[in-house]
């Protein structure tokens, strides 16, 4: 079975107090977000990362605190979470086909809450034919909600982390985990998708 992990938004904006639109508890997850970016690695398999990339006059900052501009440090993911193997991949057009051997981990820039605004995704979900996909990062409600929708509609198996996950509003998260298993999703654990 083919899996591709998807680590969403898990940016330092997002993840720790100081941020500009820090998740409660965001900082908690790190821990699990990073041991599962390993264990894929160790097993051969893709992360895709997705990652706000911002311009200073974001049309989203109408909605949005300013947060995650390009380049500046709370776009950036924690080390911890990155592969040594990775290729960034700008939502923007591209001579010829991706390179893909030898990388572990794509880091999907985006400008939208929804990570299936990058123009390559689904030419690369294409590609790499996964029979399954295993989903966590933040935030529930919102990226983590839009990346679980697009990828049930390819009609496999999407599987949503549900202690590797934080939310800004726990009722609107509880609502999109409903939404999820109504879907067809799958909750696992940390644990169950490592194997402990």
Same mark, same amino acid.
């Given at each position: 079975?083919?899996?591709?992990?998807?680590?969403?938004?898990? !940016?330092?904006?997002?993840?720790?107090?100081?941020?500009?639109?820090?998740?409660? *508890?965001?900082?908690?997850?790190?821990?699990?977000?990073?041991?599962?970016? $390993?264990?894929?690695? $160790?097993?051969?398999?893709?992360?895709?990362?997705?990652?706000?990339?911002?311009?200073?006059?974001?049309?989203?900052? %109408?909605?949005?605190?300013?947060?995650?501009? #390009?380049?500046?440090?709370? !776009?950036?993911?924690?080390?911890? /979470? $990155? @592969?040594?193997?990775?290729?960034?991949?700008?939502? #923007?057009?591209?001579?010829?086909?991706?390179? $893909?051997? *030898?990388?572990?981990?794509?880091?999907?820039? %985006?400008?939208? =809450?929804?990570?299936?605004?990058?123009?390559?995704?689904?030419?690369?979900?294409?590609?790499? %034919?996964?029979?399954?996909?295993?989903?966590?990062?933040?935030?529930?409600?919102?990226?983590?909600?839009?990346?679980?929708?697009?990828? @049930? %509609? /390819?009609?496999?198996?999407?599987? @949503?982390?549900?202690? #590797?996950?934080?939310?800004?509003?726990?009722?609107?998260?509880?609502?999109?985990?409903?939404?999820?298993?109504?879907?067809? *999703? =799958?909750?696992?654990?940390?644990?169950?998708?490592?194997?402990?």
């Amino acid at each position: 079975m083919t899996t591709v992990f998807f680590d969403i938004d898990t !940016q330092l904006d997002f993840l720790y107090p100081a941020g500009a639109l820090y998740v409660p *508890g965001a900082e908690q997850i790190l821990d699990r977000v990073s041991a599962l970016n $390993l264990y894929a690695a $160790l097993h051969g398999s893709f992360v895709i990362s997705s990652m706000d990339a911002h311009t200073e006059d974001d049309p989203e900052f %109408k909605t949005w605190p300013h947060h995650c501009v #390009a380049g500046v440090l709370g !776009q950036h993911k924690p080390a911890s /979470t $990155l @592969l040594a193997k990775r290729l960034n991949l700008r939502n #923007a057009a591209m001579a010829g086909d991706l390179a $893909l051997a *030898g990388i572990e981990q794509i880091l999907l820039e %985006k400008q939208s =809450v929804d990570c299936f605004t990058n123009r390559h995704l689904e030419r690369l979900l294409d590609r790499l %034919k996964a029979d399954r996909y295993v989903v966590y990062g933040v935030v529930t409600e919102i990226c983590v909600r839009r990346a679980t929708q697009g990828l @049930l %509609k /390819t009609g496999r198996r999407v599987e @949503l982390v549900i202690d #590797a996950i934080r939310s800004l509003d726990r009722k609107a998260g509880d609502a999109m985990i409903a939404e999820f298993t109504a879907g067809g *999703g =799958v909750l696992t654990s940390c644990e169950a998708v490592l194997g402990r």
